[in-house]
């Protein structure tokens, strides 16, 4: 079984300000990430993923990720965050296979203030 | 990209009746589809994995007589929540996996059930 964990539920931030988002997995097999970003009663959004090869991974609207083993991590960051950058983010994983069922994490709000 | 669609975007029924859910992809055959359940300023929670042709497959302490699913043809899978109660109240997404190597998950944009 896998688990995931995000260790910040609120991250407000100013615009323009850089913004990190912390994600922690555990897994007792090799895991593919993802990272989703869902705006107000919408479904979900795919920002970026992680399937194999280089660990540094560009998304959509400029974000990426970095997938370090050792440290089972895999934060989501932005340089240079916007006003509808204002969203909630999830981290998830897939075991062994990337058509397996994911899992979540709790999810972290982003509050981008002007 | 692939279009995952959800009908109803919203509904609300009285306590005792059942609501249908459906979801449906647009553009390609999805074998498999995913149905989770999201409560307020939570995480998705995987309530069961619908597959094609056959029953689908319950997470522990999904009532399946209570959430019936039915994945009749390879672009639509439907959910149904029997005998609704305003505990069954919540958000309801579901994705249907891409077909490919990476198999993606494609998202619909959400069903919000509010039972009165």
């Known amino acids: 079984a896998q688990s995931v964990t995000q260790l910040d539920s609120q991250v407000p931030v100013f615009e323009e300000a850089p913004v990190e988002l912390r994600c922690n997995y555990s897994s007792s097999v090799s895991v593919y990430l993802f990272w989703y970003v869902q705006y107000p009663n919408q479904g979900l959004q795919l920002l970026l993923k992680y399937l194999s090869g280089s660990t540094l991974v560009k998304g959509i609207n400029g974000f990426e990720a970095e997938f370090n083993k050792s440290q089972t991590s895999f934060h989501l960051r932005k340089p240079s965050v916007h006003i509808s950058d204002t969203a909630e983010y999830f981290c998830?994983?897939?075991?062994?296979?990337?058509?397996?069922?994911?899992?979540f994490g709790g999810g972290t709000r982003v509050l981008v203030k002007p | 990209g692939a279009v995952v669609s959800q009908h109803p975007s919203r509904v609300i029924c009285k306590s005792g009746t059942s609501v249908k859910i459906e979801c449906r992809s647009l553009?390609?055959?999805?074998?498999?589809m995913f149905w989770y359940r999201q409560f307020p300023k939570q995480s998705l929670m995987l309530m069961a994995t619908s597959n094609e042709g056959s029953k689908a497959t319950y997470e522990q302490g999904v009532e399946k007589d209570k959430f019936l699913i039915n994945h009749a043809s390879l672009t639509l899978s439907t959910l149904t929540v029997t005998s609704a109660h305003p505990e069954d109240s919540s958000f309801y997404i579901c994705?249907?996996?891409?077909?490919?190597?990476?198999?993606?998950?494609?998202f619909g944009e959400g069903s919000r059930l509010t039972v009165l």
């Open positions: 998830a994983v897939s075991a062994g296979a990337a058509g397996n069922k994911l899992t």
């Open positions: 553009d390609f055959q999805a074998t498999t």
């Open positions: 994705s249907a996996l891409g077909q490919g190597a990476t198999g993606e998950l494609f």
